[in-house]
């Protein structure tokens, strides 16, 4: 019962939630690299829930797949969510390099190198989800149901799980947790110089001809915090929601059977947490950004 209708409410929830990040994006007086992939982000998740979608319709309505039909669903499912995935490595690369490397950040993450590196990241996934389902993935003979041998089922489960989950994890863990000791070691600089030689007043700041420059290097510190605190939610919710399907997978898959409705409604809940994955970033952002909730009232 519950996989029949459950990425139908995700959709119902994700599709607009996903929408109104990409307007509300686009909106915003300056657009930066992150924002940029950001953006991308919610369509790659736009593009993972109605391909799963459709592919879960096709399922439990016994439509007909054919060989092509097969192929076809199957390959658009895994490139969206892989690239979903693989955009938030490059989210959290991009953050990473900002706060750890912030002189570099300037030529290492512009917006068009950000940009082309997701569109080349698509491009490469697009292609090895092709040839990966083209060639061990078919319809069975009556044509409605996909099939595999069984060594390349495994083969093609174990490739999709390291290659969808387990790799963009590991990356994702590295980088938000780099972004992390480093604006904390940040932090503690910051603190300890403004102990030793304290802040200027307001009215020298304001008699001083770098007055204009503080206030335009406040204004993009803050843009900067703002971001970073969202790439650090982002990555940490996108570790919290993967781990435990990993476990599951990876540990106890060999112990499932068709037969046993325990094993059988465990495998359809970790499924649920993962596609949600591509439903909770709209909330993520609302919740923790206070310029994309202002510019999101501001559209609405």
Not at 36 to 50: K, Q, R
Not at 150 to 165: D, G, I, K, N, P
Not at 246 to 272: P, Q, V
């Amino acid at each position: 019962m519950i996989d029949n209708y459950y990425m139908m409410v995700l959709c119902a929830i994700g599709l607009p939630g996903n929408a109104l990040t990409i307007v509300t994006i686009l909106a915003m007086e300056s657009i930066s690299p992150a924002t940029i992939l950001v953006a991308f982000l919610a369509s790659c998740d736009i593009g993972a829930l109605v391909s799963k979608l459709t592919l879960n319709r096709m399922i439990n309505q016994h439509v007909y797949f054919g060989s092509v039909g097969c192929k076809l669903v199957n390959t658009l499912t895994l490139s969206f969510a892989t690239i979903a995935n693989w955009t938030l490595v490059l989210i959290c690369l991009e953050r990473f390099i900002a706060v750890r490397f912030p002189l570099q950040k300037v030529y290492l993450a512009t917006k068009h190198r950000c940009t082309v590196a997701a569109f080349a990241l698509s491009v490469i996934i697009a292609a090895l989800a092709s040839a990966f389902f083209v060639m061990p993935y078919d319809a069975d003979d009556t044509g409605y149901e996909c099939v595999t041998t069984r060594m390349s089922a495994e083969m093609m489960f174990l490739t999709q799980l390291l290659f969808y989950v387990v790799f963009p994890l590991a990356f994702i863990a590295v980088f938000t947790s780099g972004t992390v000791m480093t604006l904390c070691a940040y932090q503690r600089q910051r603190r300890a110089m403004f102990r030793k030689r304290g802040w200027p007043d307001t009215e020298t700041r304001q008699t001083t001809g770098n007055f204009k420059s503080y206030l335009l290097f406040a204004r993009h510190e803050r843009r900067e915090k703002t971001i970073n605190v969202l790439v650090i939610f982002t990555g940490v919710l996108f570790i919290v929601i993967h781990i435990p399907p990993c476990i599951f997978f990876l540990g106890f898959a060999d112990s499932y059977s068709s037969n046993d409705a325990k094993w059988y409604l465990l495998t359809i809940i970790h499924y649920l947490i993962l596609d949600s994955s591509h439903v909770l970033n709209f909330f993520l952002f609302f919740l923790s950004a206070r310029k994309f909730r202002s510019q999101l009232f501001r559209i609405i």
